[in-house]
């Protein structure tokens, strides 16, 4: 864990510069490297544990400043968290840093900065509304506008005159635009519908969204693999607000829309071409159309893989993103013209992922692989060559981790599941050792076979190095409804709360360590955060004789309460029977057969999974009486912010482990 984790990678699109943000176990700072040396070096001095992110970040449009924010919640958009129990008020603060080595000077409290093509304002949002601030160093900050709904993804028109923004309704979505000269407010081509990601044609005149058609079939943990309308781009033009539907998926696979990880979901490139993802093929790939109407062109040739991550090049002729083509389980670099033709790999050795292109055409990105921890990097020459090498600190114990070996396992009913296995460095013929299964969370996540490009899951594989090194064999299950293996495995059938088809998985992960010759059958134990910790608790539920002992992070525990935390509108009493096959799906419908011992770590300010599942859980093991510690976090959220908190929760874990099954 003493590795540093890079994030928010971006470039400069006008001039030959990267920056990033670097973790140094808690202590999280921006980084900057430019051309033509590209040396890493750090732009902020923060010093402290304390669980303030940073977030967001953008080049002014001379290259010559960062704007990011500071503090806050990035994910949920609550209040802002105080992980540290500090005394004093903890804000989410808008910043900016010149990259001369001036001191950061803050700008208001805020986030989601948006800085005009000009340079001279920036829009950003505050307390849910649109404010406005001149980047003048005494420029007072003002609200811009006073609206209904919650606006997010603040776009600027190419001319620096407008802007275009998401207003979110709660049961609809419309696009906005607001005109500085005029000082005038309309929406464009509104309807019930969803509209998201708005993408800005090059002289500011069009807007291309997504629109997602209105459905009652709130997301509630279950499959969709089609919907009844199917999703569509519309075009419209800025002046009049009118728009018409440009494209419109087919009925059956990629009816229903699946995002990409990137921020922007479509982009305008060169030639009037939209570039959007679609699942026609059953995998998620890139396609382009014509703002003039035609078929459109597929940027990748087959299926059996999946784009994950991309972005479009400063001049907008080439799209870069990474997938899983020819490496299933890996992700990697390629990049393509958004007129179609042949994609290029041009990073295969790493796990590589959030491409972008600088304004001097050098590509960066974040890369790792088995042993060498994530690190932001540019390509150049033969291999990719590292922005901060020196961050990594000396004592990371780079040599002693073991690379995992990738295996598939049949589930309980047939199903064949991609899994890492992590096997005890300098193990002897014969000897048989205690294992560990790991089930990520998510569930829409998906473990590789090396550090991991999310913070929780770099933890994660952290984790199981350390279990490894410590005599375990290790497990890292990429069980059905995760991604990476396409639309029907992700979108699986009776999984999660209508039915819990991931327990076959979670059985034949258990079958397949017991069957093995070097491990103790009866020393099998399940560990996991999140959706992690809802099949850990499951695994223990409904199968104690398999597995010894669990730790379950902020698991789920009854579907009925953790739906009602994303769907604020779900009401158990309007379907019985889905509310009665959602709890039958949780693991306290089977806590009369738990009988093995389990550690719970939860924080109390989680926003994702409601502390009270953990609360709940404790009392139905009381009366039980399943033997069980708990570790809780006074103030923390669901991916703790501090770096201390990792390591006392993985630390207890191994002890708790080592406990039961040593």
Not at 18 to 47: C, H, M, Q, S
Not at 307 to 314: H, N, V
Request: hydrophobic share 40%.
């Amino acid at each position: 864990m003493s590795a540093p984790f890079p994030s928010e990678l971006t470039v400069s699109r006008t001039a030959g510069k990267v920056a990033w943000v670097l973790d140094e176990k808690g202590a999280r700072n921006v980084w900057i490297a430019e051309a033509p040396a590209y040396k890493g070096r750090r732009l902020t001095n923060f010093t402290a544990d304390d669980g303030q992110e940073i977030a967001q970040m953008s080049f002014t449009p001379d290259g010559k400043s960062i704007v990011y924010v500071r503090g806050g919640d990035f994910e949920t958009h609550r209040d802002n968290p105080n992980p540290a129990s500090s005394p004093e008020a903890v804000e989410q603060d808008l910043w900016i840093a010149p990259l001369t080595g001036e001191a950061p000077r803050k700008i208001s409290e805020g986030n989601e900065p948006s800085i005009s093509p000009k340079g001279d304002r920036m829009v950003f949002l505050k307390s849910g509304q649109i404010w406005s601030v001149a980047m003048a160093p005494d420029a007072k900050p003002a609200q811009l506008i006073h609206a209904k709904g919650r606006p997010e993804m603040l776009r600027w028109t190419s001319d620096g005159d407008r802007i275009i923004f998401v207003n979110n309704r709660g049961d609809h979505a419309i696009i906005g635009a607001y005109d500085f000269g005029s000082k005038k407010l309309w929406y464009i081509d509104p309807s019930v519908d969803t509209d998201i990601s708005p993408a800005l044609s090059l002289d500011g005149k069009q807007v291309a969204f997504i629109r997602i058609a209105a459905s009652s079939r709130a997301f509630r943990f279950g499959p969709v693999r089609t919907a009844d309308e199917p999703w569509s781009i519309r075009l419209a033009d800025i002046d009049s607000g009118n728009g018409h539907e440009l494209w419109k998926a087919s009925k059956g696979p990629g009816s229903a829309f699946h995002p990409m990880v990137s921020e922007n979901q479509i982009f305008w490139g060169a030639g009037d071409r939209i570039v959007f993802p679609w699942e026609k093929t059953g995998w998620l790939h890139l396609y382009s159309v014509s703002i003039h109407g035609d078929n459109p062109s597929p940027l990748n040739d087959d299926s059996g893989f999946e784009i994950e991550d991309a972005s479009i090049t400063p001049d907008r002729r080439e799209v870069l993103f990474n997938s899983n083509e020819n490496d299933i389980d890996s992700r990697h670099l390629w990049r393509v013209p958004v007129t179609g033709g042949r994609a290029t790999e041009i990073e295969s050795g790493d796990i590589a992922w959030a491409p972008e292109q600088a304004g001097d055409g050098t590509v960066a990105f974040l890369h790792s692989d088995a042993r060498r921890p994530a690190r932001a990097a540019v390509l150049g020459g033969s291999a990719p060559r590292d922005l901060a090498p020196d961050s990594v600190p000396s004592e990371f114990p780079l040599n002693s981790l073991v690379v995992p070996q990738t295996v598939i396992i049949s589930a309980s009913d047939g199903m064949q599941i991609h899994c890492q296995l992590f096997l005890p460095p300098n193990s002897k013929a014969g000897e048989k050792h205690p294992a560990a299964i790991f089930f990520h969370g998510g569930s829409r996540r998906q473990m590789l076979p090396g550090w991991h490009y999310m913070d929780y899951y770099n933890h994660s594989y952290a984790m199981n190095q350390y279990l490894a090194s410590r005599g375990y064999v290790v497990l890292a299950v990429n069980y059905r409804s995760g991604i990476g293996y396409g639309l029907n495995f992700r979108e699986a059938l009776n999984y999660g709360a209508t039915g819990a088809s991931e327990f076959n998985d979670v059985m034949g992960a258990g079958l397949y360590l017991r069957s093995r010759p070097d491990v103790d059958g009866r020393k099998i134990a399940s560990w996991g955060g999140s959706y992690g910790g809802y099949l850990t608790a499951l695994a223990l539920a409904r199968a104690s004789d398999l597995f010894a002992a669990g730790v379950d992070f902020h698991g789920v525990h009854n579907w009925n309460t953790t739906i009602r935390n994303f769907v604020p509108t779900y009401d158990p009493n309007r379907d019985e029977n889905a509310a009665r096959l959602a709890y039958e799906s949780s693991p306290l419908a089977s806590v009369s057969t738990w009988k093995s011992p389990v550690l719970l770590i939860h924080g109390d300010d989680d926003r994702n999974v409601p502390f009270d599942e953990t609360v709940r859980l404790v009392e139905a093991l009381r009366k039980q009486g399943v033997e069980f510690e708990q570790l809780i976090f006074p103030d923390e959220i669901h991916g703790f912010l501090t770096h201390r908190r990792w390591l006392q929760a993985y630390g207890a874990s191994a002890e708790f482990l080592d406990k039961h099954l040593k």
